[in-house]
């Protein structure tokens, strides 16, 4: 299992769970993340995604929540192609599409992402290690292949750009909102409440090809 030096050099952020009005996040879709004010609705079932969307899959104490992407592989660099399987490149280490509750699966045509409960992702380019990474080779096509359960996306690209554009990927804790885990500008580390185990993340996925 992935130790938490490593989650952290992933600019990962413990995303607390929001309760408002006696609601959760898996019941209405929230407000904020990590306190950041953002507008989220119910992700469609089928949908067409932009870079600077950020998709977000809720814990439910029920399970079976899952959120399904798929990219075309033609926008993919040729620098993530040979990074994805190749553990000790820096986009293998830090690249949020291998994050905690990521599962990257290569195929023929296209770059399918299965987005766990848990997980907050944003589509975007560029490494928390280096903001210069390209992902991508021009603005990708990305679309919902399936939603099990409820998910939220914000698709306002000028204002998660705006105000979530140092955030790469978060993870929903277990324990609920006493703790975070958060990667500052400055490369400093915040935690916030009690201390953060890897029990407390989503499950790590190998990337593989199919």
Same mark, same amino acid.
């Given at each position: 299992?992935?130790?938490?030096?490593?989650?952290?050099?992933?600019?990962?952020?413990?995303?607390?769970?929001?309760?408002?009005?006696?609601?959760?996040?898996?019941?209405?879709?929230?407000?904020?993340?990590?306190?950041?004010?953002?507008?989220?609705?119910?992700?469609? /079932? &089928?949908?067409?995604?932009?870079?600077?969307?950020? #998709?977000?899959?809720? +814990?439910?104490?029920?399970?079976?929540?899952?959120?399904?992407?798929?990219?075309? +592989? &033609?926008? %993919?660099?040729?620098?993530?192609?040979?990074?994805?399987?190749?553990?000790?490149?820096?986009?293998?280490?830090?690249?949020?599409? %291998?994050?905690?509750? #990521?599962?990257?699966?290569?195929? +023929?045509?296209?770059?399918?992402? /299965?987005?766990?409960?848990?997980?907050?992702?944003?589509?975007?380019?560029? %490494?928390?290690?280096?903001?210069?990474?390209?992902? =991508?080779?021009?603005?990708? &096509?990305?679309?919902? $292949?399936?939603?099990?359960?409820?998910?939220?996306?914000?698709?306002?690209? $000028?204002?998660?750009?705006?105000?979530? $554009?140092?955030? !790469?990927?978060?993870?929903?804790? /277990?324990?609920?909102?006493?703790?975070?885990?958060?990667?500052?500008?400055?490369?400093?580390? %915040?935690?916030? $409440?009690?201390?953060?185990?890897?029990?407390? =993340?989503?499950? /790590? !996925?190998?990337? &593989?090809?199919?």
């Amino acid at each position: 299992m992935t130790s938490l030096p490593n989650l952290i050099r992933l600019f990962i952020a413990l995303l607390a769970l929001q309760l408002a009005h006696g609601s959760s996040w898996a019941d209405e879709p929230p407000q904020s993340l990590l306190g950041i004010p953002l507008s989220f609705i119910e992700l469609p /079932k &089928r949908q067409n995604l932009g870079l600077n969307s950020i #998709i977000l899959v809720p +814990r439910n104490e029920n399970g079976g929540q899952l959120v399904v992407l798929n990219i075309d +592989r &033609r926008f %993919l660099s040729k620098e993530f192609g040979q990074d994805l399987f190749s553990p000790e490149a820096k986009g293998s280490k830090d690249h949020p599409f %291998l994050g905690n509750g #990521i599962e990257a699966i290569l195929q +023929r045509h296209q770059l399918v992402l /299965k987005i766990h409960p848990g997980v907050a992702l944003h589509l975007r380019d560029g %490494l928390p290690s280096d903001p210069s990474y390209k992902t =991508f080779t021009s603005p990708p &096509r990305i679309s919902v $292949g399936s939603v099990l359960g409820r998910a939220y996306v914000s698709t306002d690209a $000028g204002d998660v750009r705006s105000k979530a $554009g140092h955030i !790469f990927i978060a993870l929903l804790g /277990k324990r609920g909102s006493e703790e975070r885990v958060i990667k500052l500008s400055d490369g400093s580390t %915040l935690i916030i $409440g009690q201390p953060v185990t890897e029990d407390d =993340f989503p499950p /790590k !996925f190998n990337p &593989r090809s199919e």
